[in-house]
T-cell receptor
């Protein structure tokens, strides 16, 4: 079965640089979520999209932005990177009807800011 | 505001033991609850999803129960094996809608030694 795809899997950037993370949800899923997991922490919600419209927003820095495109893939753009942005970034997708809104997670993108 | 707590934070057991991991949540009006497994530095593997109308779900040696009235869920692992060593996270949507962001507990770090 198709899973959530994230790219790249690993990314190394320097401070003040920009990073773009991509997420390809499971086909037919209508909702995409982004989570950030810092070292030794539990995942924290950043932002979500339902049918390409932003549906919820968490503690996402103003330096971060995200969008969902017409083909339902989503991108998380991170600018002016800081050391504290080093984390695992997960994308998840879900389908409401018939699947109980179970969120399926991608393998994550490990971002290291040096 | 939904808060999720897991106890114990860490657990070390000999192989073959039956285990119970606990998860509690403050807002009992949840739509569902998911249990995940996470190996160090890796992604989130969904283990079980329990809908609010269900009492328990089983998958192989894993059994998860849900008691909404008391705000608790337990994950039972039978006949533990060294390969079960990982961090186990529970999560539930932040509100009554299943499409809401997931709120995670801090996890239980399990070590099963031969």
């Amino acid at each position: 079965a198709a899973g959530v795809i994230q790219s790249p899997r690993h990314l190394i950037k320097e401070k003040r640089e920009t990073a773009t993370l991509k997420c390809y949800p499971i086909p037919r899923h209508d909702t995409v979520y982004w989570y950030q997991q810092g070292p030794g922490q539990d995942p924290q919600f950043l932002i979500s999209f339902y049918e390409k419209m932003q549906s919820d927003k968490g503690s996402i820095p103003d330096r971060f932005s995200a969008q969902q495109f017409s083909d339902y893939h989503s991108e998380l753009n991170m600018s002016s990177l800081e050391l504290g942005d080093s984390a695992l970034y997960f994308c998840a997708s879900s389908l409401g009807t018939g699947d109980g809104y179970e969120q399926y997670f991608g393998p994550g993108t490990r971002l290291t800011v040096t | 505001k939904q808060e999720v707590t897991q106890i114990p934070a860490a657990l070390s057991v000999p192989e073959g033991e039956n285990l119970v991991l606990n998860c509690s949540f403050t807002d009992s009006a949840i739509y569902n609850l998911q249990w995940f497994r996470q190996d160090p530095g890796k992604g989130l593997t969904s283990l079980l999803l329990i809908q609010s109308s269900q009492r328990e779900q089983t998958s192989g040696r894993l059994n998860a129960s849900l008691d909404k009235s008391s705000g608790r869920s337990t994950l039972y692992i039978a006949a533990s094996q060294p390969g079960d060593s990982a961090t186990y996270l529970c999560a539930c949507p932040s509100g009554t809608g299943g499409y809401n962001k997931l709120i995670f507990g801090a996890g239980t770090r399990l070590a099963v030694h031969p």
